[in-house]
Nanobody, 115 residues
Framework: QVQLVESGGGLVQAGGSLRLICAAS????????MGWYRQAPGKQRELVAS???????NYGDSLKGRFTIFTNNAKTIVYLQMDGLLPEDTAVYYC?????????WGQGTQVTVSS
């Protein structure tokens, strides 16, 4: 049974940085997609960043250049480095990993950016 455990969220001032970490326990089968989504109150969940098994990355609008997604070599941990945080980045951030068998989600970690 694969579980995703997220950490690294918290409260930060505008302009600050956080690094989110998502670690998969159990055995992943050839991860195809690893990504981070976020959901702010009253808004739909949106893609923040993703990385595919070939290494290609994708970022949400206006996030590239501030956020960076990367993984460990074993592709069991996915990181989201967030720099230059803005109050509008406040949301619950969710990790998502898809392998050849299933689509897994983390429980979410709160990121709050104060102005």
């Amino acid at each position: 049974q694969v579980q995703l455990v997220e950490s690294g969220g918290g409260l930060v001032q505008a302009g600050g940085s956080l690094r989110l970490i998502c670690a998969a326990s159990g055995s992943l089968y050839s991860p195809l997609f690893m990504g981070w989504y976020r959901q702010a109150p009253g808004k739909q969940r949106e893609l923040v960043a993703s990385i595919r098994n070939g290494g290609s990355t994708n970022y949400g609008d206006s996030l590239k250049g501030r956020f960076t997604i990367f993984t460990n070599n074993a592709k069991t941990i996915v990181y989201l480095q967030m720099d230059g945080l803005l109050p509008e980045d406040t949301a619950v951030y969710y990790c998502n990993i898809q392998d050849t068998r299933r689509n897994y989600w983390g429980q979410g970690t709160q990121v709050t950016v104060s102005s």
